[in-house]
Every structure is written in structure tokens, then in C-alpha cells.
């Protein structure tokens, strides 16, 4: 089957700490861009951050730059999020989605075409 599958997420204190995995399964994701995507309650999707294909180029929105960083391993087949100093407001459900794209490449649309979506893993950062 070919999919994405997020985990990693789960309940931190602000000021917190969390890395997140994006793996795929029944594909190689060495000719994927891949983007993060989160959701708030009531809120449309955010684009947070993606990272090209060969992980040359990375691009973060505003509200995370400087906090999370997004790296890949594609001998694991694997995307990772590491985000640290969390805020309440970075509550969501944050997704992955990949992008065919061989490029040094990515984009943060969330309302584009992806080729795959995982189906999200849920953060919450509460005291």
C-alpha cells in the first residue's frame, strides 16, 4: 500500500520539545518534495515547512522559522520535523504530504496537488 504515515505527535508543556516522522511505505521518496502541513480546530491548513527532493533546499513559515527544523533521510525513506521552544498555539494536527517533484525544489501550498497525504498526527502543548 502506498502511503505516508506521520507519528511522533503527542501532549508537551510549552517550552517543549517534539520531533515528528513522515515515513513512506510502498514507495521510495528520493524524487518526492515534502511538505508539513498543520490544522487547527476552526482554522484553515497551514503550510509550515517543506524540503526538495535531495534536502538542498528547505523553506519555513514565519510562525515557525527558528523553531522547527525539517530534515530527511532518504535511506530511510523517512521525513522528520524537530520542533522545540512549542507554544500553546502550535496546537494542531500536523500532516505530510509528498510532491513529485525531483527539483532542488518545495513548496508550503497546502492547497496544491500532492500525490500523497498521511493522515496526520495530532500535537497539543499545554501546562
Known amino acids: 500500500q502506498l502511503q505516508l504515515v506521520e507519528s511522533g505527535g503527542g501532549l508537551v508543556q510549552p517550552g517543549g520539545s517534539l520531533r515528528l516522522s513522515c515515513a513512506a511505505s510502498?514507495?521510495?521518496?528520493?524524487?518526492?518534495?515534502i511538505g508539513w502541513f498543520r490544522q487547527a480546530p476552526g482554522t484553515e491548513r497551514e503550510g509550515i515547512s517543506c524540503?526538495?527532493?535531495?534536502?538542498?533546499?528547505?523553506d519555513y513559515a514565519d510562525s515557525v522559522k527558528g523553531r522547527f527544523t525539517i530534515s530527511r533521510d532518504n535511506a530511510e525513506n523517512t521525513v522528520y520535523l524537530e520542533m522545540k521552544s512549542l507554544k500553546p498555539e502550535d496546537t494542531a494536527d500536523y500532516y505530510c504530504?509528498?510532491?513529485?517533484?525531483?527539483?532542488?525544489?518545495?513548496?508550503?501550498?497546502?492547497?496544491?496537488?500532492?500525490?500523497?497525504w498521511g493522515q496526520g498526527t495530532q500535537v497539543t502543548v499545554s501546562s
Open positions: 524540503i526538495s527532493a535531495s534536502g538542498e533546499h528547505t
Open positions: 510502498g514507495f521510495r521518496l528520493n524524487f518526492y518534495a
Open positions: 504530504a509528498a510532491d513529485f517533484n525531483p527539483r532542488s525544489t518545495c513548496s508550503r501550498e497546502p492547497n496544491r496537488e500532492y500525490e500523497y
